[in-house]
């Protein structure tokens, strides 16, 4: 998709992130293969960069190629990130082995702890996900 598709009538207040990449086009692909993203907005420059705006069930994100002429760096450019993605879903088990199964390196496996079942890899582009959802209350906590 290369129109964006909401209008300004009725724009509600949202916080989106916006994840420096490197090699935009394959980290489109990535999170489509891993969290089942669709593409809301796509502007692929003459210079192979990529601005894209995802949505994984309804919640959107942004990314780009990396402009360090803008400050704008990737993980891989800086040696890690300053912020975790907390991906909330209904299944996050299913989600984490898929992630994995496209190239996600596992930080910590599935548990059940503080109250959610949660599990964190990292991505091919250096940014790391948490992947999980609340517990019911009656769920013991280890």
Same mark, same amino acid.
């Given at each position: 998709?290369?129109?964006?598709? &909401? ?7 949202? %916080? /989106? ?13 990535? +999170?489509?293969?891993?969290?089942? $993203? ?5 502007? =692929? $420059?003459?210079?192979? #960069? @990529?601005? /894209? ?11 780009? =190629?990396?402009?360090? &002429? ?15 993605? %907390?991906?909330?879903? &209904?299944?996050?088990? /299913?989600?984490?082995?898929?992630? @994995? /199964?496209?190239? $996600? #390196?596992? @930080?910590?496996?599935? #548990?059940?702890? +503080? ?14 996900? &948490? %992947? ?11």
């Amino acid at each position: 998709m290369t129109q964006f598709s &909401e209008t300004t009538d009725n724009q509600k207040t949202t %916080i /989106a992130p916006m994840l420096s990449v490197r090699n935009g086009a394959k980290a489109v692909d990535f +999170y489509k293969a891993a969290f089942d $993203a669709t593409e809301l907005f796509r502007l =692929d $420059a003459d210079d192979g #960069t @990529v601005v /894209a705006q995802l949505s994984v069930d309804g919640a959107a994100f942004w990314l780009a =190629d990396e402009s360090p &002429e803008h400050k704008n760096f990737s993980p891989e450019s800086v040696g890690g990130g300053t912020v975790r993605i %907390i991906l909330t879903v &209904e299944d996050p088990d /299913a989600v984490f082995k898929r992630a @994995v /199964a496209v190239g $996600a #390196t596992i @930080v910590w496996n599935m #548990t059940n702890e +503080y109250g959610w079942r949660i599990g964190r890899v990292v991505d091919p582009f250096g940014h790391h996900w &948490e %992947i999980g959802k609340p517990l019911p209350e009656d769920t013991t906590l280890n």
